[in-house]
């Protein structure tokens, strides 16, 4: 079994929003082609990950949550 670990960190500056890690099989991925005579793809795993990102960027004020710049880079050091 070939397994596959995503890491999504999306960031607006210096204020992180989301982290979360997935890991997948290889097996199950779906792959879709990017154009024709080329051997690039892109995943669904892929387009699903972009997704939520954007929907992220997209979120109100409230929906972010409060901020506080000082705890977050004690966070980050943990």
Known sequence: MKMKKRVLCVYEGERRLWKDEMMLD?????RMPLGRGTDAYVT???????????????????????????????????
């Open 44 to 78: 669904d795993l892929d387009y699903q990950t972009v997704e939520r990102a954007k929907a992220l960027h997209n979120a109100t004020e409230e929906e972010k949550g409060p901020w506080d710049p000082d705890n977050e880079v004690e966070r980050l050091m943990i």
């Open 26 to 30: 290889n097996d199950f991925q779906v």
